[in-house]
């Protein structure tokens, strides 16, 4: 017989039962930004993103941790339930894109090998100051612009991954990582790529969530047990400093600091929360779907000249629409690759 563990559900935890919910708000968050709104003068997209970053790490450690069997295979179980929770719609809403801007033209698009490469694989997106991953023209963007978060969170899965292995060289890590994301929101480098964007910045983001699920399961030893609330309140000492200096940069360090205070409580409460509300698995897997194309909708409303002046109408519009997509993808993509994230063991026992 094979062995098998349980199948992985990304929204509903040991106790966490609502977080279906949270992610749908947050990918909702997403899609308003890109189309200007602001929230006293705050992007709620990238406050959405740093509390994407904390969930990430809190689903993988759960998944690491509680449910992948406890085999040499482990880390191969591990790998293969990112890549099927990443790139099966990912790719699908890929090419709903390719085929929109190659029928339409819209935004020009200028097609290359490498371009797609960064593309398709997804990794290198975060870097697109660094490498041309443009696809459009006009305006130049990729094929589905947030997906660049989602270069930063597989680096992160890649990282954390070691890190669960090799347990000692996790301090030099985060603490390399939290020295950056205080550097870069000074200014003295970048803070849009450093405190944003880029692995080396946002990696210790990650890694509070794994330790925000391990102490919601009673799993967190010494440091571990503090290092969140250490997080927590080293940004709110930081915030009357920058204030006063006058040092919050021209990008987002007001919201990746409001991110990590209002996300890290709002986790933790979260995962005690023993309320089963309905449609909370469905609207879990909506939210990466919707995340994936709301840009893909924006560009068929643009395209067709959908009214903007009614901002009601127009918001209530690409919602539907992204929905729409979102939810065949989900009833038909990730349908096929559900139950392949059970993780059949490729071990077998003799029969007697």
Request: hydrophobic share 50%; proline share 5%; glycine share 4%.
């Amino acid at each position: 017989m094979e062995a098998k563990c349980p199948k992985i559900d990304e929204n509903i935890g040991r106790r966490v039962v609502v977080f279906g919910y949270l992610r749908f708000f947050l990918a909702f968050l997403v899609l308003l930004s890109h189309i200007g709104v602001r929230f006293f003068t705050l992007n709620p997209g990238v406050v959405a993103v740093v509390i994407f970053y904390l969930l990430a790490g809190f689903v993988v450690s759960h998944i690491y941790t509680d449910i992948l069997p406890d085999t040499k295979y482990k880390l191969l179980y591990f790998y293969k339930d990112r890549i099927l929770r990443i790139f099966p719609l990912y790719l699908y809403v890929l090419l709903l894109s390719v085929i929109f801007v190659s029928v339409t033209s819209y935004g020009n698009p200028d097609f290359s090998f490498t371009k797609m490469l960064y593309n398709v694989t997804v990794i290198p997106l975060n870097y697109y100051m660094y490498l041309d991953s443009t696809i459009l023209s006009n305006p130049p963007w990729c094929l589905i612009p947030p997906a660049w978060s989602l270069g930063t969170e597989l680096q992160a899965y890649l990282l954390l991954s070691l890190l669960f292995v090799f347990k000692k060289i996790t301090p030099f890590f985060v603490g390399v990582s939290i020295v950056i994301y205080i550097v870069s929101n000074f200014s003295l480098i970048n803070p849009d790529y450093f405190g944003y964007r880029l692995l080396v910045g946002v990696f210790f983001i990650f890694f509070t969530g794994t330790l925000i699920q391990k102490i919601s399961a009673k799993n967190a030893q010494g440091f571990e047990k503090y290092f969140p609330f250490f997080i927590w309140i080293t940004v709110l000492f930081l915030v009357p400093i920058f204030y006063l200096s006058n040092s919050f940069s021209p990008t987002y360090t007001k919201e990746t600091f409001l991110g990590l205070l209002v996300g890290i409580p709002l986790l933790f409460f979260m995962a005690q929360v023993r309320i089963k509300l309905p449609f909370n698995s469905l609207l879990g897997s909506l939210s990466y779907g919707v995340f994936l194309s709301h840009f893909f909708a924006i560009w068929i409303l643009d395209f067709i000249a959908f009214p903007k002046h009614n901002f009601l109408l127009y918001v209530s519009a690409l919602t539907t629409l992204s929905l729409l997509v979102a939810y065949i993808g989900v009833s038909t993509v990730e349908k096929k690759v559900k139950n392949i994230r059970e993780f059949n063991s490729p071990i077998k026992k003799n029969k007697l």
